[in-house]
């Protein structure tokens, strides 16, 4: 299960429909080991398109030595389908990398860059496999120990 804050959800939410109709992508770092998604980094599409997303390399390579010095690891991976459900295409589990990571899709195929709801969903992507879990969305992590709160929603 991915639990996040409402807030780092919202902001998401917001790059990708502020991108649309390019898809758009970032990472959601967190303490190494914790499965904590605390940091929001937008990243630019470097492939500018609206059906396929790219991280640039010196942007990405720049991001890895920053989490590294933060004792960080990307704890999500997103990205946004703007024509198509939020699910992995092929291309998508081919390029999923970080198999500790929740890679989540945001689609804006209904309502593209206006008011109305998107779809949200989280996977984990292993050797190939694609597995839907469940999105707890709160309004702030518990404290790192602390038991979750009750109330959350999904």
């Known amino acids: 299960m991915l639990r996040i804050d409402r807030a780092t959800r919202d902001a998401i939410v917001a790059h990708a429909k502020r991108d649309h109709p390019d898809e758009a992508c970032g ?25 396929f997303y790219e991280f640039d390399s010196l942007d990405l390579l720049r991001l890895y030595r920053d989490m590294d010095d933060r004792d960080e690891v990307p704890v999500v991976v997103y990205h946004s389908h703007t024509a198509t459900e939020a699910y992995p295409s092929r291309t998508d589990v081919g390029l999923a990398s970080e198999p500790d990571a929740h890679y989540v899709l945001v689609s804006t195929r209904e309502h593209g860059n206006n008011d109305g709801p998107v779809e949200f969903r989280s996977y984990r992507i292993v050797d190939g496999v694609v597995t839907e879990e469940e999105v707890d969305v709160v309004e702030q992590l518990p404290a790192p120990g602390a038991p979750a709160p009750s109330g959350s929603e999904s």
């Open 27 to 51: 990472i959601v770092a967190g303490p190494e080991g914790s499965d904590r998604p605390e940091r929001l980094v937008e990243m630019v599409n470097a492939a500018g398109s609206p059906t």
